[in-house]
């Protein structure tokens, strides 16, 4: 199956405003066609063009700032005809992680983590998909909040295969991302048969060189990566947002 990671960029502005990117992110996700994908930034406006855009989709996620419709969402969806859901839920990256709205530690905005626990309808398999945006200002936040993702993996997902997407705002190199694979994640890019070490966040500056690779794919347990690669395509001369989405194509043993 295939699964893509894709921060949206919430509003935007001048031309990377969202109703002139709205488009471009659809036909982005569309050209990949992933089983299962994870946004990053997608407040309101956005589900709505998502839902409309790709109804074969089920999603599960809320509002970060009420547990609701407000704020951003880090929505997983998955295709209906593919998959069950078994269980889902969100939790937040906080000290109070069941509570919305909170902002844990030194965090600069509140975030949240949504997942799915899935069966593959061919098969039988099942696994957990998880998403989330760590904070990008408050150095206990990343820690903490890598930390509380590990654990919270372990703890709703049992032995559970598991994947997980999102934007971490943090280098491979960093603390918090030995925090994820301390709690037993690998990021794809390590064991895929082919891989892509491309930068992720470009921030409209840098062109397809890109900045730095804060956007991940993870794995856990006995799944097996067989190609990763990062999207830097321009689609009428502009891309649909300041990150480029990563595509994970993996198979679950």
């Not at 407000?70 to 969100?90: H, N, Q, R």
């Not at 559970?160 to 694979?181: E, H, Q, R």
Request: aromatic share 10%.
């Amino acid at each position: 199956m295939k699964v893509m990671s894709f921060n949206l960029l919430c509003w935007g502005n001048g031309e990377n405003f969202i109703l002139n990117r709205m488009g471009l992110a659809v036909r982005t996700i569309r050209n990949e066609e992933p089983e299962l994908f994870g946004v990053q930034e997608a407040h309101n406006t956005w589900m709505r063009v998502l839902c409309a855009a790709f109804p074969d989709y089920s999603y599960v996620g809320v509002g970060r700032d009420n547990g609701k419709r407000k704020g951003e969402f880090s929505a997983v969806f998955y295709k209906k005809a593919l998959f069950t859901k078994i269980d889902s839920g969100s939790f937040w990256l906080s000290e109070t992680p069941d509570k919305p709205g909170i902002k844990g530690w030194d965090a600069a905005c509140v975030r949240v983590c949504s997942w799915a626990k899935l069966r593959e309808k061919s098969t039988g398999k099942e696994f957990m998909f998880m998403n989330t945006h760590l904070d990008h200002v408050g150095p206990v936040a990343m820690q903490k909040g890598a930390e509380l993702i590990a654990s919270k993996a372990a703890e709703i997902g049992q032995k559970l295969p598991a994947v997980l997407t999102g934007d971490f705002n943090i280098t491979p190199d960093s603390v918090p991302c030995k925090a994820v694979k301390d709690g037993g994640f690998t990021d794809t890019r390590d064991i895929a048969a082919k891989t892509d070490m491309s930068n992720t966040f470009h921030g409209y500056s840098s062109g397809e060189e890109g900045i730095s690779i804060i956007d991940y794919v993870f794995v856990k347990g006995d799944i097996e990566v067989k190609s990763v690669k990062v999207i830097k395509k321009k689609i009428n001369g502009h891309f649909p947002s300041d990150h480029f989405p990563v595509v994970a194509d993996i198979n679950i043993k």
